[in-house]
């Protein structure tokens, strides 16, 4: 974001050099940012992206006495922050702000009386959700109902019959009354990951935007990414290396039902692959977001191409750092290392690396990009390991923004868009 607006500034600081039409347009140009900063006053450090700057007059409001409430989010980070926008996506449909969620903070899939709860907080700024999402999207806190005895129940309907038409037709009946009376609509029943899907991508990104980590472990993922750059400002490669046991079952699994054989990659084949990026100049660090129990296997950071330099968490000094945490916001902290890497590679059928490519792509729109992310030198470019691409390289990857729903990307895909 930074690299746009730097760029423009200099343009502009060149012309006025030049010209005198210029100056007048420099002149235009510190007005219209005065205005447009004055009109839509900024929380520390932050400006609005283009795609989202909003309009007062335009954007419309959530109501603020109405409230959702949805049950305990579980499962991966990832599974947990989809389910998170689609509750929120609920909550704007029926026009109602979303009582905050309880997150889950340990990795529990099926023992769910296991998993232990994480308010919605201590891991994502709640203020910042509120200013960023302003108009489209709103958090309440429980403090802030008048009268809790007034909650209607609504029960998700399960199994084959309970199509997706018949899922909205009863989210449209939450609409009117009676269900719109009360203050409090509460859905029971199913986590919010499976109910089914009503919105475009394009939605879905505009929630994750509104998603900051709390300041402390914003600035732990930074310490990370500034011990991988060596204190310096050089790029870095992030690999997300599925490749541990559970995976490769699961993976193998996928491959056979669906005939084919382009889902699971071996360690052998990330490396080779990875060697093979061009647009890279070497030597480079390469961080390896991989499962902790890798983390013993002394094999990983062997056999990468010339100038490639492995790091995991250990060999980087920062395993101490992050056992200090929860699993969920040492997930949290490894999306951002890879979010912010300079090149990505990942693997197009995990949850994980798909929400960091659609992270990226949206970063590059906001930055001013247009068409397509797969062309050549781009910022935050991101490549899918699972899939071969030119002169042995991985494919381009970025995420289709006009899909009309999250199905790809929560349930993996071969189709990247380049
Ligand atoms: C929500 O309700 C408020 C008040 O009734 C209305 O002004 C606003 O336009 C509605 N917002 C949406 C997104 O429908
Ligand atoms: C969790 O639920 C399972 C069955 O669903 C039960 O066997 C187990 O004892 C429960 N554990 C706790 C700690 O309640
Ligand atoms: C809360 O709602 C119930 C049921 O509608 C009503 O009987 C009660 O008086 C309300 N309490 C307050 C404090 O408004
Ligand atoms: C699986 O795919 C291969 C090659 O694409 C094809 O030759 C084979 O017949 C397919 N098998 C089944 C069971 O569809
Ligand atoms: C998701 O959208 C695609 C087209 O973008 C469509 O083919 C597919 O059926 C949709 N899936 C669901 C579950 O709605």
Avoid at 73 to 83: D, P, S, T, V, Y
Avoid at 169 to 177: G, I, P, R
Wanted: glycine share 4%; charged share 20%.
């Amino acid at each position: 974001m930074n690299f746009s607006y730097n760029k423009l500034f200099l343009k502009v600081t060149n012309c006025y050099m030049s010209s005198i039409v210029f100056k007048c347009s420099l002149l235009i140009f510190v007005v219209l940012a005065f205005r447009t900063l004055w009109l839509n006053p900024l929380p520390n450090g932050f400006y609005w992206p283009p795609s989202y700057r909003p309009s007062r007059s335009l954007t419309p409001t959530i109501r603020i006495d109405k409230f959702l409430e949805v049950p305990q989010i579980i499962w991966g980070l990832n599974n947990q922050k989809i389910a998170f926008a689609r509750a929120c996506l609920t909550a704007r449909l029926l026009n109602r702000t979303l009582l905050m969620p309880m997150l889950t903070a340990n990795l529990v899939y099926k023992e769910v009386n296991l998993s232990e709860p994480i308010p919605f907080d201590e891991v994502f700024q709640f203020e910042k959700f509120n200013s960023v999402c302003r108009g489209f999207a709103r958090l309440g806190r429980y403090s802030e109902l008048l009268n809790q005895t007034r909650t209607f129940e609504l029960l998700k309907g399960s199994g084959r019959k309970w199509t997706k038409e018949r899922d909205l037709n009863q989210l449209k009946q939450c609409q009117e009354d009676p269900a719109d009376k009360f203050e409090v609509i509460r859905i029971v029943g199913k986590n919010p990951f499976l109910w089914h899907d009503h919105w475009p991508v394009s939605d879905y990104a505009k929630i994750f935007q509104c998603l900051a980590l709390v300041e402390e472990i914003e600035e732990e993922a930074t310490k990370v990414i500034s011990k991988i750059r060596g204190g310096k400002q050089a790029p870095y490669i992030a690999v997300h290396m599925r490749i541990e046991k559970d995976w490769m079952i699961h993976c193998k699994k996928v491959e056979q039902r669906y005939n084919m054989s382009q889902i699971c990659s071996s360690k052998e084949e990330i490396m080779e692959r990875v060697a093979h990026i061009g647009s890279v100049q070497k030597p480079v660090p390469v961080y390896l977001a991989i499962a902790d129990s890798l983390l013993e296997d002394n094999t990983i950071l062997r056999g990468w191409g010339e100038g490639l330099v492995p790091y995991e968490k250990k060999r980087l000094g920062v395993w101490d750092l992050y056992k200090k945490y929860s699993y969920i916001i040492q997930a949290a902290m490894d999306f951002e290392v890879c979010s912010r890497a300079d090149v990505f590679v990942g693997n197009s059928y995990s949850t994980f690396s798909s929400l960091v490519v659609l992270q990226r792509t949206q970063r590059w729109i906001n930055m001013g990009g247009v068409g397509s992310h797969c062309d050549v030198d781009t910022p935050f470019v991101s490549y899918a390991y699972n899939i071969l691409g030119e002169s042995a390289a991985p494919r381009r990857w970025m995420t289709d923004m006009s899909a009309m729903n999250l199905s790809s990307i929560s349930y993996g895909t071969d189709n990247i868009s380049c």
